[in-house]
């Protein structure tokens, strides 16, 4: 169930057939406003029962079709969460319009729509070429956040680990963009990014050029006080040979470059999930 809900989810994604209102992140914000508010969420316990909460619905519902009529429901059941979990279009979009921005020469609106990609992070780039590596570096980023990470948590934990990573990861970004000072959720963004952007990351290394790959993962994936992002970025970056010149601007070189080894990533990935399942160590 696991590899045939990846590549739907991959496949409606990528076709832009999921509506926006029906995407994770749009569907958490509605929650969120009907559930919570800033005063509510104050505490360690109140921030973990609201972000369990949508989890445990999922585990509750794969419980209650668990069998039932030769285990279709709960198949549909893989694939619907598969599907809401993958489907981003907001960030496409962005990109889009970055890439647009940089073909026309608008170095203002690359700098904002850069921004706009990763709320994390303020993007200080000295020049263009500069902008394009640390644009890329967020491409590896959000690749891993909004792709690698959920992929591992779906084929490992199912729907439910998928579904509770992506709310962790929600309301991490609402922490950061509202500024709330919410309780707890920075730990636990940390914690469930620890080990999987470590797996990820390495396949940046057999993606790419692997001596340099390498070399980078090394020095990160075994400090323990390493963040996820810079492990990830870093990797990458070392992982993946930039264009000194090219037909694109100077601002996209790098950005594709690295697009292309996120791209890389992932379809070693699948691939990876595809030989376990034949292998029968996936179901």
């Known amino acids: 169930m696991a590899l045939f809900s990846l590549l739907i989810a991959i496949l409606v994604e990528r076709l832009k057939l ?8 749009k569907l958490m914000m509605r929650y969120h406003k009907q559930f919570w508010d800033k005063k509510s969420l104050t505490t360690d316990v109140a921030m973990a029962i609201a972000v369990i909460l949508p989890s445990f619905v999922v585990f509750g519902v794969g419980l209650l079709i668990s069998g039932l009529l030769f285990d279709i429901p709960s198949l549909l059941l893989w694939v619907v969460v598969a599907l809401v979990c993958f489907s981003h279009q907001d960030l496409r979009d962005t990109f889009k319009k970055y890439v647009q921005a940089a ?19 303020c ?16 491409v590896a980023w ?41 309780p707890l959720i920075e730990h636990l963004q940390r914690l469930f990014d620890w080990l999987p952007s470590r797996i990820f990351s390495f396949g940046y290394v057999l993606s790419g050029q692997f001596t340099q790959g390498l070399n980078a993962w090394r020095k990160r994936a075994f400090d ?60």
Not at 18 to 25: A, I, K, M, T
Not at 103 to 121: H, P, S
């Open 18 to 25: 999921l509506p926006v209102n029906w995407q994770f992140d």
């Open 103 to 121: 073909c026309r020469g608008d170095v203002q609106a690359c700098y904002r729509y850069a921004g706009e990609l990763d709320c994390g992070e």
């Open 123 to 138: 993007i200080d780039a000295v020049d263009e070429r500069d902008l394009g590596i640390k644009v890329g570096q967020s």
């Open 142 to 182: 959000i690749n891993y956040r909004y792709y690698g990470a959920v992929a591992l948590f779906l084929v490992c934990f199912g729907p439910v680990g998928a579904v509770l990573y992506c709310s962790i990861r929600f309301y991490y970004d609402l922490n950061i963009k509202q500024n709330l000072s919410l």
């Open 224 to 283: 323990a006080r390493c963040s996820a992002k810079i492990v990830v970025t870093e990797t990458a970056l070392s992982a993946e040979s930039l264009p000194e010149a090219g037909p694109a601007p100077v601002s996209v070189q790098p950005t594709l470059a690295l697009l292309a080894l996120s791209k890389r990533n992932f379809t070693l990935l699948v691939t990876f999930v595809s030989v376990l399942t034949i292998f029968g160590v996936v179901s």
